[in-house]
């Protein structure tokens, strides 16, 4: 359920987290769910089918992200730019951007793009899942983008493995030595609440990653989704 309270803004439940108003109804479940995966697939693979001019950086006009999607879906004839707004300031990812009426995503990218996303304050460790039978050969040709346009780094092992799991059930974690790399010029970027973005990293970075403790991915796990 998505709403908005008229002092605290924008939330997913059914009252306000911080005051408890029943708040204004937005939009239900299936219908957030719904216009996530249109908006992830026009800003992150397909702005084309909907008559959409993206730039470089992978800005989409908002006036224009909206009627496109209006005029291409029926079902989203109500769509107004708060909407808009509502998904991008209560998704838990934070995986789009909004700002001086243009919308992005900031990562998960097929097409080639220019992101210009921070650099600063990048973790000294970073994480990446893979499969048992793929870690091995990582380690020794380094990471480089498979599907995405972009390697895609985790912040912490827990999020490297809830991503993983998205391909295999017990996924094997990388440890990228972040501060070595990017002190020696390897540039990594902020994209998400957990994810990163590099073009590739050398393999004198990577490692196996040590274990943290069973209880922390458990839980990390049965409360969050994929980092994608």
Same mark, same amino acid.
């Given at each position: 359920?998505?709403?908005?309270?008229? !002092?605290? $803004?924008?939330?997913?439940?059914?009252?306000?987290?911080?005051?408890?108003?029943? $708040?204004?109804?937005?939009?239900?479940?299936?219908?957030?769910?719904?216009?996530?995966?249109?908006?992830?697939? =026009?800003?992150?693979?397909?702005?084309?089918?909907?008559?959409?001019?993206?730039?470089?950086?992978?800005?989409?006009?908002?006036?224009?992200?909206?009627?496109?999607?209006?005029?291409? #879906?029926?079902?989203?004839?109500?769509? *107004? #730019?708060?909407? =808009?707004?509502?998904?991008?300031?209560?998704?838990?990812?934070?995986?789009? #951007?909004?700002?001086?009426?243009?919308?992005?995503?900031?990562?998960?990218?097929? =097409?080639?793009?220019?992101?210009?996303?921070? !650099?600063?304050?990048?973790?000294?460790?970073?994480?990446?899942?893979?499969?048992?039978?793929?870690?091995?050969?990582?380690?020794?040709?380094?990471?480089?983008?498979?599907?995405?346009?972009?390697?895609?780094?985790? *912040? !912490?092992?827990?999020?490297?493995?809830?991503? $993983?799991?998205?391909?295999?059930?017990?996924?094997?974690?990388?440890? =990228?030595? /972040?501060?070595? /790399?990017?002190?020696?010029?390897?540039?990594?970027?902020?994209?998400? !609440?957990?994810?990163?973005? /590099?073009?590739?990293?050398?393999? #004198?970075?990577?490692?196996?990653?040590?274990?943290?403790?069973?209880? /922390?991915?458990?839980? +990390?796990?049965? +409360?969050?989704?994929?980092?994608?």
């Amino acid at each position: 359920m998505l709403k908005e309270c008229r !002092t605290h $803004g924008y939330f997913r439940a059914e009252e306000c987290p911080v005051c408890g108003e029943e $708040g204004r109804f937005l939009m239900n479940d299936e219908e957030i769910d719904s216009l996530g995966r249109t908006m992830a697939g =026009i800003l992150r693979h397909f702005p084309d089918r909907y008559s959409l001019t993206m730039d470089e950086h992978g800005w989409v006009n908002l006036d224009d992200f909206v009627n496109g999607i209006r005029n291409k #879906q029926r079902r989203f004839r109500w769509l *107004k #730019q708060h909407h =808009i707004f509502a998904m991008v300031d209560t998704d838990p990812k934070k995986r789009y #951007q909004v700002r001086e009426g243009n919308i992005r995503a900031t990562y998960a990218h097929s =097409i080639e793009l220019k992101l210009d996303l921070p !650099t600063r304050d990048i973790p000294d460790v970073l994480y990446y899942p893979t499969t048992p039978e793929e870690a091995p050969l990582l380690l020794e040709t380094g990471l480089r983008p498979a599907d995405r346009k972009m390697v895609h780094l985790s *912040k !912490t092992y827990e999020a490297a493995v809830i991503a $993983g799991k998205v391909r295999v059930t017990e996924p094997k974690i990388l440890q =990228i030595d /972040a501060k070595k /790399a990017v002190a020696e010029g390897v540039l990594i970027q902020k994209a998400g !609440t957990t994810v990163y973005l /590099a073009e590739e990293v050398p393999p #004198q970075y990577l490692a196996f990653a040590d274990l943290p403790p069973p209880e /922390a991915v458990s839980e +990390t796990d049965s +409360t969050s989704g994929p980092t994608a």
